[in-house]
């Protein structure tokens, strides 16, 4: 089983600051997702990475994935109130159609 | 525009009664699936369709079970319902594993 340790679990934060959050695994995933869920909501798609050492930027939001494919970042520049969420990660094995999820980072923005 | 929804959307129900939660994509994906989400645990993969016929289990299966009869539907079906078995489920669907997965805005089931 291919396991994702996401971190920090929680983030509390006010309006303004910078954050990072980390995807970790020991395995090698052929391509990378970034979630944002919302409270009663299912979960949207923000990002997909597939090569290593990629990054991508979406506004405000900078994702990177590791060179050796096993590892993830998201980085959110002067964080807002509208932030505030639940950021999962899942990565995705080669020849398969399923994904493994982390266990997602709450994160908090306070005006 | 095409949709995944899921239904009901709340659903309260005693220990040992059948469940069945439905599941309904209009994208017309081959790969459907259905996670349950508790407190500090994330999406846990409950079982997985890759088409028409076609279903596998994930990693907490046990209790479970789904069917595929058609390319749109994958209901999932809780035999015996157990307190264990509280929870939300979410079902998704995706073109393949690089390609956003689509989820429905889940079910919040109850077991007393």
């Known amino acids: 089983t291919q396991l994702l340790e996401q971190s920090p679990q929680f983030l509390s934060i006010q309006e303004g600051e910078n954050l990072t959050v980390y995807c970790n695994s020991s395995?090698?995933?052929?391509?990378l997702q970034w979630y944002r869920q919302e409270p009663g909501e299912g979960p949207v798609l923000l990002v997909t990475v597939v090569t290593g050492g990629e990054v991508k930027k979406l506004k405000r939001l900078t994702f990177q994935f590791g060179d050796a494919r096993k590892d993830s970042s998201l980085h959110i520049t002067a964080a807002q109130p509208g932030d505030t969420g639940l950021y999962l990660c899942a990565g995705g094995a080669t020849n398969a159609g399923k994904s493994t999820f982390g266990d997602g980072t709450t994160l908090t923005v306070k005006p | 525009d095409a949709e995944i929804t899921q239904s009901p959307r709340h659903k309260i129900t005693e220990t040992g009664r059948q469940v069945t939660l439905a599941c309904h994509q209009t994208?017309?994906?081959?790969?459907m699936f259905w996670y349950r989400q508790d407190l500090g645990h994330g999406l846990r993969l409950i079982h997985y369709?890759?088409?028409?016929?076609?279903?596998n289990k994930g990693e907490v299966s046990d209790g479970y079970s789904v069917s595929r009869s058609n390319t749109e539907d994958l209901p999932l079906t809780l035999e015996s319902a157990a307190s264990s078995q509280t929870s939300v489920y979410f079902c998704?669907?995706?073109?393949?594993?690089?390609?956003?997965?689509?989820f429905g805005q889940g079910t919040r089931l109850t077991v007393v």
């Open positions: 395995s090698v995933f052929s391509s």
């Open positions: 994208w017309n994906h081959n790969n």
């Open positions: 369709s890759y088409g028409v016929h076609d279903t």
């Open positions: 998704a669907s995706r073109t393949d594993m690089n390609t956003e997965a689509f």
